[in-house]
């Protein structure tokens, strides 16, 4: 299904086969008939990316090659936009021109205009469904080489031995820990440790911060990272390595489950519940479906939730006990086992 934005572009002709599409977030790039054949490249949550198509990229960054036209479809996020826009820079030249596309609930009129010396000004083009298209022209003004460095920053967290969290631009909880996984990260200390090293996945896992929790407080065996973006999973990479400890981990791209293959004795999760801006339970309904299936017979599912979510009723065709063991009124902390 394509998205407003999609649709607005698909409607003027300016993809062409060389046109770069970043940050596309549908089903655009899965190629209807008629449609040129587009290079895309995703950066952040695409339920559209392909492992399977070399025309597909997940990265961090653009890859070091020129780019003689892109479509940009805008973020919410004013600091992500900004950095894709400096990383592009470095790989357009004067006088190329790059597509904006974004919804007006996302702030694309006022974003546009603080594009920077890079970018000429830029001009409006066509609207519709809610939508906004723009064009700017790449100035002449040298960039400098675009390192992600420069853009990610951490802090650390004192009441949890000191752990440093890394992130980007674009990721969740991007300032500080969020109240949702704090109280999470405050449950999973007052609760019992097993006995035996586990095998634990984290899923949706972000900045990596519930994942490097769990190796420092728990006796886990392999820990799984798994996120659909790219800029979290280069977060986690960071986080996860800056801990002293010698517990294997491994970072998997994946939307949903789709690409995780082991057995776990423990999934813990702060899983997504938008789709953009709106709350899309479709992400959760897959993924305790496809938990059960992921969890050994005695495996268990640890997850937060914002407390208005249905998430206890929607475990229940899934597991055969569903217990909600504490409510902040703002957040609630959710546990599943014996999987059906």
Not at 11 to 25: C, E, G, K
Not at 79 to 97: F, I, K, P
Not at 298 to 310: C, E, H, Q, Y
Request: aromatic share 10%; proline share 6%.
């Amino acid at each position: 299904m394509l998205d407003n934005t999609s649709q607005l572009l698909l409607r003027h002709p300016i993809l062409t086969p060389d046109s770069w599409l970043i940050n596309a977030n549908d089903a655009l790039s899965h190629q209807a008939p008629g449609l040129p054949t587009l290079r895309a490249h995703f950066v952040y949550a695409h339920a559209a990316y392909r492992a399977d198509d070399p025309m597909h990229t997940l990265a961090a960054e653009l890859p070091s090659q020129t780019i003689p036209h892109a479509v940009v479809y805008v973020p919410k996020e004013k600091a992500l936009l900004h950095m894709l826009m400096d990383n592009l820079a470095q790989y357009t030249t004067s006088g190329t021109t790059v597509h904006l596309v974004g919804h007006n609930k996302g702030g694309i009129k006022s974003v546009v205009k603080q594009l920077g010396g890079y970018w000429q000004q830029s001009e409006k083009l066509a609207s519709g469904n809610h939508c906004l298209l723009y064009a700017c022209t790449r100035s002449d003004q040298v960039a400098p080489p675009f390192t992600l460095a420069s853009y990610r920053h951490s802090y650390r967290l004192a009441e949890y031995s000191n752990l440093e969290v890394f992130n980007l631009p674009g990721v969740f909880s991007e300032q500080k820990l969020d109240q949702g996984t704090q109280l999470l990260l405050d449950y999973l200390h007052q609760k019992p440790r097993p006995k035996s090293p586990q095998r634990v996945l984290d899923f949706a896992c972000g900045t990596g911060i519930i994942g490097a929790y769990l190796r420092a407080h728990y006796p886990v065996a392999h820990l799984t990272a798994c996120d659909i973006s790219s800029l979290a999973l280069n977060c986690s990479q960071h986080t996860l390595a800056a801990q002293p400890n010698t517990c294997d981990f491994e970072l998997v791209a994946s939307d949903g489950l789709q690409r995780i293959q082991h057995r776990y004795d423990w999934i813990v999760s702060n899983p997504p519940f938008h789709t953009g801006q709106k709350t899309d339970y479709s992400i959760a309904a897959q993924f305790f479906a496809a938990a059960k299936q992921r969890l050994h017979k005695n495996g268990r599912l640890t997850l937060v939730a914002n407390s208005f979510l249905g998430y206890k009723d929607m475990l229940s065709p899934h597991f055969a006990k569903v217990e909600e063991v504490q409510n902040n009124n703002k957040f609630k902390i959710i546990e599943a086992w014996q999987p059906c």
